[in-house]
């Protein structure tokens, strides 16, 4: 055995040698690791070896680039050398795979002449999530072998493929089945084999035949195109992805290799790839929480209750029997139980109708689902997560019921969106068990998971709460408790903005559309019509003393009834500005002696978002959350914040917090709302030329 560099090391197996990387904890592309496989090439065959085999120690093969790497100044060899080594070698290269084989990583493999896998690996090229396209040759190699369409998929959503589509594909030779060393012998009985057999030296490079089936077809990339335009609106990734792929189709594997250098550099030294690399590890920094140590012991979660089978309680329901944990759904009535379940059972259906989840697994996670109409069915479940109605003395009195039912241990959840998670904990006998789980609605859906601890929680609720969320595939943030947490307490403050400003001269339409051209889905007035606008309004009660009071009093309920801020076409449900509802805000204005005024499109972007960096500042202040990063990850992942601006303290930052003060103090001195106070640590980081995105408490 012969040590490379400090993460590649050389073996030998009789004539094959086996280039081996430990590079924890994901085997990545580091600098090291280029230096060490460029090594490994030419000491065996210096050596004499007759084929080599290039396999990872740890979790996985090689997960990507070094996504801390890129960016900034390029240290050690470039990727390429490496890559003509193996594709050019003079004896057989087989690439062994275990765990996830992903960009750089599987661009590497796609340098070998044969890959044998495991059967519990997956293969993607997930850069376009980095705001990147595959720079090591992936735009030219993969579709060589997936053919154009399928590698369309792939490099513009991401998605990993297991062993069974990429044997399909011939993305793989050999598919073995065991544990790492398992993979080891198989990999080195294909490399007897090759030089036993004189394997021919297969290069990826050099098939055509797929590539040239969509020659000159342009309908198929407009087609495609259209398909994803409206997810991926403003997003720069998805279309370099396309343009690499089109010169796949089109042209020979050298030129359309310079059509991928080029559109990589662009997107990687770009503002939108920054920001995502930075929601990557903003993400990851997410999980750890300082006070709480790595090794604190958790609650072994093997089943899980659901209170409530409405549409949250369904959705969060479907988390856990998504990933094999056995769900009790428990409601008051049977008829609102089997409304609830029916719910369930048509999302898995459309699910399966549209390919996402195989047939038979719409049967096997509704087996999992167990109905029931009676509370004392929780007293062994793990966890209860509680999703009833919004309402305290409710909540309280459920909490009271579940300390009794539930076994010692069980953690108590609930998925309160905004009410006071210690004075909910306080009923129980077991307040350090008390811990909120703030689901976002579709919550099958939805990635975020807020997460939030209590004056209590212990350690233990908490850390069984953060492996939990990974255990059900959401992005989990820790937050303290405060009125609506830390995402609905930011909203509340754009709200509060957007209603005065329509009632100054702005319409509903141009605050949707300036904050739609900012990057989110949908604005405020279009997101109340979706969600209903009489939430929460009462008829008995409404005293047109608001904006929205005065819609629902004239029977306009949202997109519901096809009438809200805007007018709704009942077959398409396209929106239109309603004359109607503007008269309606001016006569408001009026009676209120407001004078409407031209509103700039900027001021509306500005009085939107800086109250919000102004709440996140507090929030941080009061230590109401960990990171600014962490507030970052509540916006991108749970409310529309687009990646590519980073989330809202990140964005700040490449506003400059200076000028960010200088306009809220500005608007301090004209509007009225504490919410233009300046947060002081605001104040203090932009005197001392700090960031929100680094603040941590
Ligand atoms: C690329 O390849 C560009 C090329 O085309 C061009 C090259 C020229 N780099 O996610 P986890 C860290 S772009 C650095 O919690 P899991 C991560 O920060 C890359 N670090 O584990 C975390 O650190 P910590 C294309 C990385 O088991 C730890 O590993 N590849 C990288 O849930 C564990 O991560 C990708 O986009 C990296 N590439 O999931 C794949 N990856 O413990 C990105 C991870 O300190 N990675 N880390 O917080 C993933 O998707 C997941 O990490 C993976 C494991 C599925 C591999």
Redesign the pocket.
Known sequence: MTVLTESVRLETEGDVALIVIDNP??N??SWHVRQGLNDGFSQAIENGAKAIVVICDG??FI??????E?GGKPKGP??GKTQSSMEDSIVPVIAAIH??A????L?VALCAHYRVALDSAKFG???V??G?????G?TQRLPRLTGIPKALEMMTS?R?IGTDEALECGLVDEVTSGDLADLRTAAVAFANRAIDESMPLARVRDRNDKVEQSRGDTELFANFRKSIARKTRNFLAPEYNIQCLEAAANLPFEEGIEVEAKL?LEVMTGPQSAAQRYQ??AQ??A??IPDVPRDTPKVNIESCGVLGAGTMGGGIAMNFANVGIPVTIVERSQEALDKGLAVVLKNYERSASRGSIPPEAVAERMGLITGSTDKADFATCDIVIEAVFEDMDLKQSIFRELDEICKTGAILASNTSALNLNEIAAVTSRPESVIGLHFFSPANVMKLLEIVRGDKTSDTTIATSMALA?RINKIAALVGVCRGFVGNRMLARRGAEAEKMILEGATPAQVDRVLFEFGFPMGPFAMSDMAGLDIGWNEKTSSSSNIRDLLCESGRRGQKNGRGYYTYDAETRASTPDPEVEQIIKDFAAAKGIEQREVSDQEVLERCLYPMINEGAKILEEGMAIRGSDVDVIWVNGYGWPAYHGGPMYWADTVGLDELLGKIKGYANTLDGAHWQPSALLERLASEGGQLQTFTN
Do not use: C, M, Q, Y
């Open positions: 904890p994901v990545a592309l979790r996985t997960a990507g680039a070094d996504i801390s890129l470039g990727l765990g996830t992903l960009g750089g990583g661009e090229l997930p850069e999530n980095l990147l396209l595959p720079g090591a992936g991401g990993h990589f990557f590890f990851r920094a999980n750890k990974k």
